[in-house]
């Protein structure tokens, strides 16, 4: 869910967005509206909204003076107006988007759609560099593993093993916890400490802490039970970190 902000001095268009805002998207939560420099200024330095809706000309100026005011806003202004001459000077101001009135529900939607992937990846970014920055510190490392509406905080040391299928990966956890997650194997692999887990096959990471056996069927047994394959060609590379466990 991000929080939008409406700038706009007619109340009948004020209106308006904030209805299509109900209908095109359940992701926004509009946290408050204004129709002047003043007003505006005072309520996003107050509410921080992850997103703008900004008219150009509004009372004692422009959507431009709001912006000039509020240097350090973090959000997206998608600029909505009239007046098409302003398009060039929105883009100098780092505008996400311009529509021009009258304002389409489709041309909203596409332009929403756009300002939450863009907040959602700076917010995942800002969030792994959190956990980036506090397993510096730490001696108990941990990950985020974003799922719909959750994020995970794991330690790392509890992954006993991890699973994918194609673009997807499942986490087993200790504990008899799995999580499964929108990303692949290899980006997960990068930067998981290559001292504790090995990639025993294509599909598999294991945490070496966990393994218990090397069958000889060319079979890696955990200690919570779990049997996972290991490829022929990976066989030398995993007794060699088993015999230096």
């Known amino acids: 869910m991000i929080t939008v902000f409406i700038v706009e001095d007619e109340k009948k268009v004020k209106r308006a967005l904030e209805q299509m805002l109900e209908l095109v998207t359940p992701k926004t939560n509009v946290v408050g509206t204004a129709s002047s420099v003043t007003e505006s200024i005072r309520m996003i330095k107050d509410l921080k909204p992850d997103l703008i809706l900004m008219d150009v000309k509004i009372v004692g100026g422009t959507g431009f003076d709001v912006i000039l005011q509020v240097p350090r806003f973090k959000g997206k202004v998608i600029f909505i107006t009239a007046y098409a001459e302003y398009a060039v000077e929105a883009f100098k101001y780092s505008a996400l988007d311009y529509l021009l009135k009258p304002v389409h529900s489709e041309d909203l939607m596409v332009s929403l759609n756009k300002a939450i992937a863009q907040i959602n990846l700076e917010d995942d970014y800002q969030k792994f560099v959190k ?10 490392k941990k990950i985020v593993l974003k799922t719909a509406g959750l994020e995970h905080v794991v330690e790392v040391k509890k992954i006993i093993r991890i699973q994918a299928d194609g673009a997807y990966c499942t986490f087993y956890l200790d504990g ?17 400490d290559e001292h504790q887990f090995v990639r025993c096959h294509q599909s598999h990471l294991v945490n070496t802490s966990y393994i218990n056996k090397i069958s000889k069927v060319d079979f890696l047994i955990l200690r919570n039970g779990d049997k996972v394959p290991i490829s022929s060609r990976k066989r030398t590379l995993i007794l060699k970190k088993v015999r230096d466990l």
């Open 131 to 140: 956990v980036l920055k506090e397993n510096q510190v730490s001696k108990s």
């Open 176 to 192: 008899a916890k799995k999580v499964t997650v929108s990303r692949n194997l290899k980006h997960f692999a990068s930067f998981l």
